[in-house]
């Protein structure tokens, strides 16, 4: 059984648009595995193929072992994959606190009618808290989530990401509309929660993806030309044409 995330020969077709064409891709149980590419390359695309939210034309995606791309995005989430957006996904009028805790009910599929019970669950609580420390934010958990800075609010998200315990993440352009310091910030962060987990990342700033990633993957015109190192990526030919040598920097 093959542990990490695998795609094998997927394609994904809009009409006569083949956007995602035999695509390959074997990214290794706890590695930090980076998606790069020009803008239509198809990244997008290839997360909601992940995710569960665009069903394959053909091909197969495993993860830890087991086929998952007839499955719905909740189904996926309860195996252990986890993906957060490019647009920020938070309860702005919820308390910090309380967007985390969401996070881990909804992983357990618990619903609660009576906020009380809610309060008086230890474990739940205990579980809340461990994961506000893990993102640094356990002194704004009585804040309203709306009121934290735009930084806080994506480390916000990628706390209800591992809520539910997911041990694969997958996190689309966190660091997008970031000032300098609050990437490095974030790069931290991330470096932080994805010990221990398979971490798949979009990102455009290369400067992040070669500070984040063990290996790279290098996608255009729906496919992966290169998979490898940050330093042999930074070095290939092929994707310096395709890709690194108008935006690299």
Request: one cysteine or more.
């Amino acid at each position: 059984m093959s542990n990490g995330l695998k795609l094998t020969n997927v394609c994904k077709s809009f009409g006569e648009a083949k956007i995602i064409q035999n695509l390959n891709l074997d990214v290794k149980k706890n590695e930090r595995h980076a998606i790069i590419g020009p803008n239509g390359a198809g990244k997008s695309t290839l997360f909601h193929l992940i995710s569960g939210h665009y069903k394959l034309t053909s091909g197969s995606i495993t993860l830890n072992g087991e086929k998952i791309n007839n499955l719905e995005p909740h189904q996926i989430n309860r195996k252990g994959l986890a993906r957060s957006f490019q647009v920020t996904n938070i309860f702005p009028k919820m308390s910090v606190y309380e967007n985390i805790r969401c996070g881990i009910l909804w992983s357990m599929d618990f619903k609660y009618s009576i906020i009380k019970l809610v309060n008086k669950d230890v474990a739940l609580n205990k579980k809340t808290k461990s994961i506000l420390e893990e993102i640094n934010l356990q002194h704004c958990a009585d804040i309203p989530a709306g009121l934290l800075s735009y930084a806080d609010q994506r480390a916000l998200e990628i706390g209800i990401t591992i809520a539910g315990g997911a041990d694969t993440l997958m996190l689309d352009e966190p660091t997008a509309g970031m000032s300098n310091s609050e990437t490095e910030r974030a790069v931290n962060l991330i470096k932080q929660v994805s010990e221990n987990r398979t971490l798949v990342v979009v990102e455009h700033d290369m400067g992040v993806v070669f500070d984040l990633a063990d290996r790279i993957s290098v996608l255009v015109y729906g496919q992966i030309i290169a998979t490898d190192t940050p330093l042999n990526i930074r070095n290939n030919k092929a994707v310096q044409e395709a890709y690194l040598g108008t935006e690299d920097h």
